[in-house]
């Protein structure tokens, strides 16, 4: 049962409680024997006075406090006796006495602990021969009831804190709820210290032994007998006695925890050398018996005293939180390796999977110089992991094969073929040098076999490893250090292959599981990022992009990726603004990350974003490096078909009609590799038909749709919006235009309905079919201007603004202005290219 004070006049009680109180009121001389028990603060004296107020109320003579003898009580009169948990063993039998005689209406509070001999027979008549109340804390609906008698309310968010808080303790309730009245009604973030004081009295009257088990189960985790034991120096009997009097005094829960407000209590008001004392010697004793301290010394860096606890302990800590929390991890290696235990070399790989590359590469060449030849291998697989986020593959690739180790060797494959230099890459299919097969070894053996099958192999075969390699390191690839995962790896070669679904869901699944921990967690949202981008549904490429872009500064690589990321959805959006925003940014990304086969993406995406803005001229050196690359690695279509892709639109927008026949011809002389390459292959081909006057609107809607299926949403529908503007047969000029409305609208493998609001781009219409001032008001209007804004700008008035809009939604035949401003967006986009409508001339004949 429930209950405790409010303001010290009104019981906040269970159905059953209450019930008692009424029935006493209504007939004060009914008989009644009655035990109340709970821990200390559930509201027992509470409930006791207030038993004691209805009978005086009555008339009824009260008497407090036990009797030596049975003999001496009125029977006329109530006695009311409280804490008898402490009373001697006559005075207890008395009481039993007075119950047997079933002549005296006798109340009797007690706490559970201690149980004498003589107080446990007592409880048992009153149970057998009365009635017992038992206490028990508030719930959520008794703690938010207690609010509002209190006039604090019953707003859920106040509630949930004190509830908390408190554990409902109605004690604890009472204390807290005195300390927010002068809070002004929010909701603190703590506990005021006044309110904190207030357990003083509580924790003074306690014995050593049971402070000390508070300010151990302070320290935050469960705590079975076999450790209090050691720690206490007591027998398992007498660790029961102790936490049974705690539970008593209202300070241990039920499940053997302390409720927020009571750990802050004990942590803060317990002599600092006791409490450093009780937890350094938890630590030890944890150590000892094998079990986790973690937990235990987080409560000491809480405490601000973790630099006095022992460098074993500190290891072992960090160890345990190396998967989770690297960055606590590596302070934990730091104050360990400061107490005289040689971790640096793990304090560099916690650095280093935490994200702090500087940190990793500066304790790590240390370590290269003076550590011994063991940690010198570790060192410089910590370094080549670091070196390869910065774009530095030549020298990691160096550093993997002097560590040597199976996963090291099979590093150095990967980073060599993703310079570039197959000639030089480590035999990762050979022997391991050393160690046993542990599914990092397994997984970065399989990491370098699928990059080398993505160059020489069918993609499939290559995709399949990869995904393969991931799935090894789900388990346990929170603390595995890489160079790059082999879900990014995987994703990378879906995107080149056009297997969006399955370079989502390897995603999907690394992100979940961690793997690489927070150096590699940035890398996988960049890439489902830039799967969505590439869908055309640049909403959520954004936010997946903002997610990314804050706290600590991005590695080269990971820079590389959401530059090209925020002007490719720029483009697709027509944010001229944007793009020559972020244009001088991405340009420094560049020259900050070397060219090689995992950046070819966004190297295609800046080139396209170049040419938009006129200065393609200044990507030239890195596109040549990327064809160098891709020509050591023999050209292989896998890595090569999007990079022509992205070239073709360049010289589209560029208007050179030749550079595009260039990389049409490269796109169709790999369409036999994947079915992405004859698609690509299909869609350039009909693309520079198109821009020849040529429509075939049977052959581009067949690539167009192709496009689509192969995950190129927005180009998909582009294509079929270009060949619309283009032909002069009105019947395939609609139903090309329908296309790429079906396509912008509806992302592959999607059901239902097109949804205008999903798209983010599409298709242009003829920009002949539009007015100069049209095209005006169009542009302003896709800025964000107001009618009213773009009446001053053009000098008209709003209302011409509203009659030039309605005139192009009925031209371009949009249901509504969303619908009008995805179609101007796109025709936006090209108007620095090839907007005049004019054909190309004819390809020569060779």
Not at 11 to 37: F, Q
Not at 327 to 355: K, Y
Request: hydrophobic content about 50%; glycine content about 10%; aromatic content about 4%.
């Amino acid at each position: 049962m429930i209950m405790s004070s409010v303001a010290g006049s009104r019981l906040v009680l269970d159905p059953g409680p209450r019930a008692l109180l009424d029935a006493v009121g209504r007939d004060p001389d009914a008989p009644l024997t009655l035990g109340v028990t709970g821990p200390g603060g559930h509201g027992r004296s509470a409930y006791l006075r207030e038993l004691g107020r209805i009978y005086r109320e009555a008339g009824t003579t009260v008497l407090e406090g036990a009797p030596v003898a049975a003999e001496t009580v009125d029977p006329a009169a109530v006695l009311l006796v409280d804490d008898a948990h402490l009373l001697d063993d006559a005075r207890l039998r008395a009481l039993h006495a007075l119950v047997a005689a079933r002549r005296h209406r006798l109340i009797v509070g007690y706490r559970p602990w201690p149980r004498p001999a003589a107080l446990v027979e007592l409880a048992d008549a009153l149970r057998r021969d009365g009635q017992l109340v038992l206490l028990t804390p508030f719930a959520r609906e008794q703690t938010a009831a207690y609010l509002a008698a209190a006039d604090l309310g019953r707003r859920s968010d106040l509630v949930d804190f004190v509830h908390t808080q408190t554990g409902g303790v109605p004690r604890d309730v009472e204390r807290l709820v005195r300390g927010l009245r002068g809070h002004g009604g929010g909701v603190p973030a703590e506990p005021s210290r006044q309110v904190v004081l207030e357990f003083a009295p509580d924790l003074e009257e306690l014995t050593p032994d049971v402070r000390r088990l508070l300010l151990a189960v302070a320290a935050g985790v469960p705590l079975p007998v076999d450790l209090l034991g050691p720690l206490l120096g007591r027998t398992p009997e007498e660790v029961d006695g102790l936490v049974a009097a705690t539970r008593a005094a209202g300070l241990l829960g039920a499940d053997g925890r302390l409720a927020p407000i009571v750990r802050r209590a004990v942590a803060a008001l317990s002599p600092a050398t006791d409490r450093t004392a009780v937890w350094r010697r938890l630590t030890e004793v944890q150590l000892a018996r094998g079990g986790p301290v973690l937990p235990l010394v987080r409560s000491l860096l809480a405490a601000g005293v973790a630099a006095d606890c022992p460098a074993p302990t500190l290891a072992a800590a960090a160890e345990e939180a190396l998967a989770g929390e690297p960055a606590l991890a590596a302070e934990l290696f730091a104050a360990a390796a400061a107490a005289g235990r040689p971790v640096a070399v793990r304090q560099a790989a916690a650095a280093a999977l935490a994200g702090d590359l500087d940190a990793a590469l500066r304790l790590a060449d240390r370590l290269l110089d003076t550590a011994m030849p063991a940690e010198r291998a570790e060192a410089a697989t910590v370094a080549a992991t670091a070196l390869a986020h910065r774009g530095q593959l030549g020298r990691s690739v160096e550093l993997y094969r002097w560590s040597g180790g199976a996963s090291a060797t099979a590093f150095a494959a990967v980073g060599a073929l993703a310079a570039g230099h197959p000639d030089d890459r480590s035999d990762a299919a050979g022997p391991a040098p050393d160690g046993p097969p542990t599914l990092h070894a397994s997984a970065a053996r399989l990491m370098a076999d699928g990059i080398a099958a993505s160059v020489g192999g069918p993609p499939t075969a290559a995709l399949s490893t990869l995904v393969q390699a991931a799935a090894l390191l789900e388990p346990a690839g929170r603390a595995v250090l890489l160079p790059d995962s082999p879900a990014a790896l995987a994703a990378l070669t879906a995107l080149h292959c056009g297997e969006l679904e399955i370079g989502e869901r390897v995603l999907d699944r690394a992100v979940a599981a961690g793997t690489g921990g927070p150096l590699l967690a940035r890398r996988h949202r960049l890439l489902q990022a830039w799967i969505a981008m590439v869908r055309g549904r640049t909403v959520l490429a954004a936010d997946r992009l903002a997610s990314v872009t804050g706290g600590r500064p991005l590695e080269s690589r990971d820079l590389l990726f959401a530059t090209a990321l925020e002007l490719g959805i720029a483009r697709r959006n027509s944010d001229l603004g944007a793009l020559q925003r972020g244009w001088g940014h991405a340009l420094e990304a560049l020259v900050r990350h070397p060219v090689d086969l995992f950046t070819l993406l966004p190297l295609g995406e800046l080139a396209i974003a170049g040419a938009r803005l006129g200065d393609l001229a200044r990507l030239a050196p890195y596109l040549r490096e990327a064809r160098l690359l891709l020509a050591r690695l023999g050209d292989p279509p896998l890595w090569s078909a999007p990079l022509h892709w992205s070239g073709l639109h360049a010289a589209i927008l560029t208007e050179e009609p030749a550079a595009a026949d260039d990389h049409v011809a490269a796109l169709l002389a790999a369409a036999g590799h994947s079915r992405y390459a004859a698609v690509v292959a299909a869609a350039a081909a009909s693309w520079v038909e198109v821009l020849r006057g040529v429509v075939d609107p049977v052959r581009v809607e067949a690539a167009a749709r192709g496009l689509h299926d192969a995950g190129l949403c927005w180009d998909g529908a582009r294509l079929a919006g270009q060949a619309a503007i283009r032909t002069s047969d009105r019947r395939a000029m609609t139903a090309l235009l329908d296309c790429a409305r079906m396509l912008q609208g509806r992302p592959a493998g999607a059901k239902g309905a097109p949804r205008v609001e999903d798209a983010e781009a599409i298709a242009s219409p003829a920009p002949h079919r539009l007015s100069d001032r049209e095209r005006e008001v169009g542009e302003l209007v896709v800025a964000g201007l107001t009618y009213r804004e773009i009446g001053d700008r053009l000098f008209i008035s709003a209302k011409t603004v509203e009659h030039h809009v309605a005139r192009m939604r009925a031209r371009l035949n949009c249901a509504n202005r969303a619908e009008l401003l995805a179609l101007l967006r796109t025709l936006l986009a090209d108007r620095s290219g090839d907007a005049s409508g004019r054909p190309w001339p004819e390809r020569p004949t060779p």
